[in-house]
């Protein structure tokens, strides 16, 4: 199974709207143990992506995911500026150059996106934080496939495993970002970036699901 | 929510336009970002400061943009940390070719986002520094990594590190300054009222009529814990006995004292606490050598306030006292 350059903008732009519909929901898990601006800072910087898209549409899909992290970079702002910039940056390096993406470089792209985050958060699996919903998913999504299941079914279990790591998040508390200041206090919250985080590869999975192959 | 607004969306962009118009002598902006610069920018043979954090600080940061202090502030959205982008168009239109020196308060945002803007404008060959602030001793049991925030007595960073950059001095000799002022500076902040983020339009947490949260940071976010009302005098004295035990401030220590309202305490209030602080202090025998009262960084309209301490040497005092002309903060 292959995804097209069309496949990933029509994920993109599902994201663009997953993100609008949960803006206040984000940012009230942020408003708990943080600063309440994560889904208007991710909105804000998506709708900018929505806004300059057309620009680099016609482009192969590694530069068109380079150029969406660029504008969230320079658009959200915050914590998760920086990281899911550096996220899409890191996914497009990776598949430079590519029209369709078989299983592997879906797999190269979300590592390479996935180390990208570790090191410019400085954060790691258990820390509270985007990386508790993606490392999980990324594992999860490697086994699916080397044991032969089908990428639907991986990507599935993918989500799956991101799901859990979003509600591992609430038993948890904050070693990163700012809910860290409130330390034991910020058990019983569910993080907002491990939240964000598993939308995202939700939308991935519900729109491969429905692909007729 | 009921506020003095147009529209969410465009605060810090009108609040920008209405700075510019309040000190057309002391700043301008600088196209397509939001990073307001020194008219006179760049200063040539003058290490550059640059500095910002989120919007709803004010007058942090720009209002510290002038003579003496800072070179250039950038403007994040409300309480978000600004771009890379941002930070690194400041930095280039600050460099007067002695290179510069970010001041960073320790959020993870604000240190990504410069971090980023600094590998960009060092792509450029331009020589850049950074330090990052992290006086807030309400998290000091803290295991965690992380680090301590950076709040108010970030304003003392600015106008000392201003103050030597000002006298000519080189980059390492600047960064060396700012470095001590943050070894030496401790504060701690409580909040009666939480404050609205404009694009959120619901206060960040709540509080009963009766509790006060301590140990707050300055961009709403809920303190270290919560607790009934109780009289100025018994909040300073919590607030105090943190911040005198971190460094620690010992018997005959000179320091500069800053009691800074959060955007909605009054300053009679403020003066009050003033009173508390150096009643504290005289039973401690530590000496205030200078003291300031008034909002100097501020979160939104919360109602609360912070206490900062910098312990002084006799460079540190000579820094402090030097002349800096800015829209916040002025001395002959």
């Known amino acids: ?213 | 929510m009921k506020k003095l607004i147009n529209n969410p969306e465009e605060v810090v962009k009108e609040m920008v336009t209405g700075l510019l118009y309040a000190y057309p002598t002391y700043l301008k902006k600088l196209d397509n970002v939001d990073v307001v610069v020194r008219k006179t920018s760049p200063v040539e043979g003058k290490v550059g400061l640059v500095s910002g954090g989120g919007s709803g600080h004010e007058p942090a940061h720009a209002g510290y943009v002038g003579k003496g202090m800072l070179d250039a502030a950038c403007l994040g959205a409300v309480f978000t940390s600004p771009t890379p982008d941002q930070i690194y168009e400041a930095i280039k239109a600050v460099d007067g070719g002695k290179g510069v020196l970010l001041i960073i308060k320790n959020y993870t945002g604000d240190v990504m986002n410069f971090e980023m803007a600094k590998e960009m404008a060092e792509m450029d060959g331009i020589k850049v520094s950074e330090v990052i602030v992290n006086d807030d001793v309400a998290v000091e049991n803290s295991t965690y990594t992380q680090g301590r925030r950076g709040i108010a007595g970030t304003v003392f960073v600015h106008k000392i590190a201003g103050a030597k950059a000002e006298e000519g001095a080189e980059l390492e000799e600047v960064k060396e300054v700012a470095e001590k002022v943050i070894k030496n500076l401790r504060s701690m902040g409580m909040a009666f009222t939480p404050c609205t983020v404009p694009a959120a339009g619901k206060p960040s947490f709540t509080l009963d009529e009766d509790e006060i949260e301590i140990g707050i940071g300055i961009h709403g976010e809920p303190g270290t814990h919560r607790e009934k009302i109780k009289s100025a005098k018994e909040i300073v004295a919590e607030l105090m006995d943190k911040i005198v035990a971190d460094l620690p401030f010992n018997d005959a220590d000179e320091v500069a004292l800053m009691v800074n309202g959060l955007g909605a305490t009054p300053l009679s209030e403020l003066f009050i606490a003033n009173k508390e602080v150096n009643e504290y202090l005289v039973g401690k025998n530590i000496n205030v050598y200078k003291t300031f009262v008034g909002e100097y960084m501020t979160s939104l309209e919360m109602s609360g306030f912070s206490i900062t301490l910098l312990k002084l040497d006799e460079e540190l005092k000579a820094l402090l006292d030097a002349s800096a002309d800015t829209p916040a903060f002025k001395q002959l």
Do not use: C, W
Request: hydrophobic share 40%; proline share 1%; aromatic share 6%.
């Open chain 1, 1 to 213: 199974m292959m995804l097209t350059k069309s496949d990933v903008t029509n994920i993109l732009d599902v994201i663009i709207k997953i993100i609008e519909d949960n803006r206040q929901y984000l940012t009230d898990l942020d408003a708990a143990i943080g600063d309440a601006d994560h889904g208007i800072n991710l909105d804000r910087g998506f709708k900018a992506v929505r806004d300059k898209m057309t620009q680099f549409l016609d482009k192969d899909i590694g530069t068109i995911l380079k150029n969406v992290g660029m504008v969230l970079v320079s658009t959200v702002g915050g914590a998760s500026g920086p990281l899911y910039g550096t996220f899409f940056m890191r996914m497009g390096n990776a598949v430079s150059g590519k029209s369709v993406l078989d299983e592997n470089d879906i797999v190269a792209m979300f590592e390479a996106g996935l180390s990208g985050i570790k090191e410019r958060g400085k954060a790691q699996f258990g820390d509270k934080t985007m990386i508790d919903a993606m490392e999980p998913a990324l594992n999860e999504l490697k086994k699916a496939l080397s044991e032969g299941r089908n990428l639907k079914e991986a990507i599935g279990a993918a989500a799956n495993a991101a799901y859990n790591g979003v509600l591992m998040t609430k038993d948890i508390a904050a070693k990163k970002g700012r809910a860290s200041y409130l330390g034991e206090r910020s058990i019983g919250h569910q993080d907002p970036g491990a939240t964000s985080a598993y939308l995202m590869i939700k939308t991935v999975a519900d729109y491969v699901d429905k692909l007729q192959q």
